[in-house]
């Protein structure tokens, strides 16, 4: 990219012009260098893990997927040697190692002498700190993430020389494999799922290698899509775990099970424009010209969206998703919108976590028929936590005359905390003077807005910023939840 920076003193009263290579301008892109992350994407192509990896030149005669796997892996490799202690180099401590050894002797006499000798140990004992490496970053993440020992299972490294067939120089070829007592067995030879797991915390691991202090924005295009829902699931969980300190995830799917509704409010509807039917209908040539790609934020997207019954509706719609007869979503409780889910799930996730308690926001507390009819229809347990003002209690009123539902279904807020001026009638007035007054100043306003404490949760709950209540707030939120709980357990 071209760049012109413009620059002035405080006692100066226009800018000026500097190009390159002059020592302002050198200074700026050196400033700005620093505080670039560092972007790694990942075709789906990279999970076929390669039984032999080239470490010592290019392939000669393969596809180029084949030669794009071997570079990305190879580019792995170097990484995980450079995070080492101390840093080891690839090609210095090994190829060049095993090249440079009786240079000048034919291929054969010197694969007769290579065995036993001492830098044959030498490149053995760097591989098998590689494999030990590799084996505590891998397996130790897939036991936090997975939250499944992966037993005594250990990465294995080996080396193989071959000749190469027009030059008959040394080519170095690198082996993975998984070895769990005696057997041994190659990545590609395991499952679809664990093969994919495997090479996603491998690089999601040394992908950094000697950049620990450089931010990584990982891009992923319908990750783990050909894997099944649980292990879809299980991939969401550790995007929160590897995306954490300064690191990044970008992500696309058209997979419900990779959605997180915690972090929908970052999230954008990408729409091309077409009828996802036309090309099923052979409309191709009319489907290209229409297509009209647009990006909007899921936020946006939600309020554009009339037909909907509740808040992830719009997504679950885009999606085109259609349950299953046999599947039924265990909720717990429908909340009346947005801040009653994030600060509820905020206090789940820090404060709660094993309480056996789902949320699910409605579209505003009279909008809320199609979900309780849903909800009756299943046979589900539920209770509907409302507003304690004039519109929830009408709502409440009108849903029972409307439907076939109890009033035990529907909790208020002077259900739990009493009736008065001064005692909470919604989510927010469960939150301290000085919890409103931190997060007012966060967003550095005087009062707090009801959507800048929805900000305020979400950026929370979506590993943006890191936050915590006083007392009196905490204390406030768990009379609330013990207080759900209880009423959904008499359903």
């Given amino acids: 990219w071209s760049f012109w920076p413009f620059l002035k003193t405080k006692r100066q009263k226009s800018f000026k012009k500097y190009s390159a290579p002059s020592d302002e301008w050198i200074a700026i892109i050196g400033l700005l260098r620093s505080r670039l992350p560092r972007i790694i994407y990942f075709p789906n192509f990279l999970f076929e893990f390669p039984d032999k990896i080239l470490v010592s030149g290019a392939l000669v005669g393969a596809t180029e997927t084949a030669t794009k796997t071997n570079e990305y892996f190879v580019g792995i490799i170097e990484d995980a040697m450079a995070s080492l202690d101390p840093p080891m180099e690839l090609g210095k401590h090994v190829v060049d190692r095993i090249k440079g050894t009786n240079a000048d002797h034919p291929f054969a006499q010197f694969m007769q002498s290579w065995f036993g000798s001492s830098v044959s140990e030498s ?45 008959n120089e040394r080519e170095v070829y690198l082996t993975l494999r998984v070895k769990q007592g005696r057997p041994k067995y190659r990545i590609s030879e395991r499952s679809l799922g664990f093969r994919w797991f495997f090479c996603f915390l491998l690089f999601t691991r040394f992908s950094r290698g000697a950049f620990e202090d450089q931010s990584v924005v990982f891009l992923f295009d319908e990750p783990a ?17 590897i995306s954490g300190n300064k690191n990044s995830i970008i992500f696309s799917t058209h997979s ?8 929908l409010e970052r999230a954008h509807v990408v729409s091309s424009g077409l009828d996802p039917e036309s090309e099923l209908d052979g409309k191709f040539l009319e489907a290209a010209a229409d297509i009209n790609i647009t990006v909007t934020p899921y936020r946006r997207f939600v309020g554009e969206n009339d037909e909907k019954s509740h808040y992830f509706q719009p997504i679950l719609d885009r999606l085109q998703y259609s349950p299953s007869a046999i599947e039924a979503q265990d909720t717990g409780v429908l909340l ?6 994030y600060i509820l799930s905020w206090y789940k996730k820090h404060h709660m976590n094993q309480l056996d308690l789902n949320f699910l926001p409605v579209n505003g507390v009279t909008n809320a028929s199609a979900v309780l009819s849903l909800m009756l229809g299943w046979a589900k347990d539920f209770v509907f ?24 279904h529907f909790v208020e807020y002077e259900d739990i905390f009493g009736i008065g001026k001064k005692n909470p009638k919604q989510i927010e007035g469960l939150l ?5 007054a931190k997060i007012a100043a966060h967003f550095g306003a005087k009062r707090v807005s009801k959507s800048q404490v929805q900000r305020y949760f979400s950026a929370a709950l979506s590993g943006v910023d890191s936050i915590e209540l006083d007392s009196e707030s905490l204390e406030n939120l768990r009379n609330l939840v013990t207080f759900l709980a209880a009423a959904r357990a008499k359903q």
């Fill in 336 to 341: 009346e919108g947005k801040s009653d889910f």
């Fill in 385 to 408: 936590l409302c507003d304690s003002d004039e519109e929830g209690k009408s709502a409440m009123r009108r849903y029972q005359d409307e439907l076939p539902i109890s009033p035990e």
């Fill in 123 to 167: 490149v053995d004992d760097v591989l098998e700190r590689l494999a030990r490496k590799i084996t505590e970053e891998v397996f130790g993440r897939w036991q936090l993430i997975l939250g499944k020992a992966i037993g005594n299972a250990e990465i294995e490294v080996a080396s193989s020389i071959e000749a190469n067939p027009t030059t």
């Fill in 256 to 263: 419900h099970h990779l959605v997180n509704p915690l972090w």
């Fill in 432 to 436: 301290s003077d000085a919890d409103k």
């Fill in 225 to 241: 899509s050909n894997l099944h829902s649980k292990a879809q699931a299980k991939l969401l969980d550790s995007f929160e775990v």
